[in-house]
């Protein structure tokens, strides 16, 4: 089946009125007013930021941005007087329109405006404009000239200037590490509150997504990438919000909830990845093998300790970015359970030279055995290091736990080869 086209967006794309069907809409634009690009600000009890921040925008996309545009507050459960500014700012600003919903959830605010929005291309920004607001043109530009489906800012590159703590860098880059181990993402910013998408797409992710909150923009991409659309990606500069109100901890659990509810899906087929892609006109899914791996032990180990490595650093990324919020018997269990599930997909892959969903249920209970080993050596390990040592320094917990962790490296190999190569086996002889 042909791909389907990604027709650059003309003027006779927004002859068409605005349909919105929100509960509380300030009203709708024009039909002059009609934009080639609806921006989304979803806020939560923002009334110190959201006057500055929306005049700050619309003027300058008044003054520099070369398309029509709106800009929709996306008022979810504020409990504060940021409602009645976003009304206020709607009655005052022409291209300004506000909604309210009576639930919580960015994902939820952003499901509900895209879905409704009569715009071509659909975007969304955090309220505080962390994001400098010149790269919004080159986030848009890729949509409405067909080149691409979705646009995102990305943090990470090395063309981007971020200014934020240590500590929320090493989370972001430790949580992006483990999108690219679980579930071989290919984009490198997840969670940057600054992205766009094609109207039409959205239009067939947005009933495949669950998520109503943070995880929403991880399960967009990676439903997404699945599908074969195509992710540009620009790199932006950030400055950090020091006043930002997201929950680290709990963020980070629902974000694992949602990767090993993505992983279920795409096994059990609850995520219709093959319709998706026949539908968009992209081709079959990927192969079940990987050319270009090694097939001896000497190269498989040599492979396997390069994804060891990789997962080492995450571990200890994740253990450090929690162990102050959870303690350390917390923060390991949840290290060691997120970066075994990322190091058997990445070997799977890169050291035995399988993909796809064949036989990967067994390779990640075989995993999950081996994690089990490792928890069990690695808990013992700061046990005992707590039992010996009064107040042990954070050096001395790595360095065990180093230790430790090499051990349960050695089991997790050999356990792993083990299933890999027997399940091979048999499609050899065939």
């Not at 240590?166 to 972001?172: D, G, H, Q, V």
């Not at 075994?340 to 070997?347: P, R």
């Not at 209970?365 to 040592?389: M, R």
Request: glycine share 8%; hydrophobic share 45%.
């Amino acid at each position: 089946m042909p791909t389907r086209d990604r027709k650059p967006i003309t003027m006779t794309t927004l002859t068409s009125a605005t349909k919105p069907s929100y509960g509380h809409l300030t009203r709708a634009l024009p039909a002059d007013l009609v934009p080639v690009v609806d921006i989304v600000i979803p806020v939560h009890n923002e009334e110190a930021d959201l006057g500055p921040s929306v005049r700050r925008l619309d003027a300058f996309l008044a003054e520099h941005f070369p398309y029509s545009y709106a800009i929709t507050i996306a008022d979810n459960a504020s409990t504060d007087a940021t409602w009645a500014q976003a009304r206020e700012l709607a009655a005052e600003l022409p291209r300004v329109r506000a909604v309210h919903l009576e639930q919580k959830g960015r994902g939820r605010a952003l499901k509900a405006v895209w879905s409704a929005s009569s715009a071509p291309i659909l975007a969304y920004m955090d309220v505080d404009l962390s994001t400098d607001l010149r790269a919004l043109l080159p986030l848009v530009a890729p949509l409405i000239s067909g080149h691409s489906d979705i646009a995102i800012g990305t943090r990470l590159s090395r063309a981007s200037r971020v200014v934020r703590g240590p500590k929320r860098e090493l989370i972001s880059r430790g949580y992006n590490l483990i999108l690219k181990s679980v579930l071989a993402v290919s984009f490198s910013d997840a969670q940057c509150g600054f992205k766009a998408i094609r109207a039409s797409v959205a239009a067939d992710l947005l009933p495949l997504i669950e998520d109503d909150n943070w995880f929403f923009d991880t399960e967009l991409l990676v439903i997404a990438q699945r599908a074969g659309l195509r992710i540009h990606e620009v790199p932006v500069d950030w400055t950090d919000d020091p006043d930002s109100r997201v929950n680290i901890l709990a963020t980070a659990r629902e974000d694992l909830a949602g990767v090993i509810r993505l992983i279920k899906g795409f096994l059990t087929g609850g995520i219709p990845i093959a319709r998706l892609r026949t539908e968009l006109g992209r081709g079959e899914d990927v192969p079940s093998t990987v050319p270009g791996v090694p097939t001896g032990m000497f190269g498989q180990l040599i492979r396997f300790g390069m994804v060891g490595v990789l997962s080492t650093l995450a571990y200890f990324v994740i253990y450090l970015g929690l162990r102050e919020f959870t303690g350390a018997q917390a923060a390991n269990l949840a290290a060691l359970l997120i970066t075994a599930i990322a190091n058997t997909t990445a070997n799977r892959r890169m050291t035995f030279g399988v993909s796809g969903l064949r036989g990967m249920i067994k390779h990640q209970a075989g995993g999950l055995i081996a994690f089990g080993f490792g928890l069990a050596l690695t808990s013992g390990s700061l046990w005992a290091l707590h039992h010996l040592v009064a107040s042990p320094s954070r050096v001395l917990e790595v360095a065990v736990l180093v230790i430790a962790n090499a051990v349960a490296t050695i089991v997790r190999f050999l356990s792993l080869r083990q299933l890999v190569v027997r399940r091979k086996k048999p499609a050899t002889a065939e």
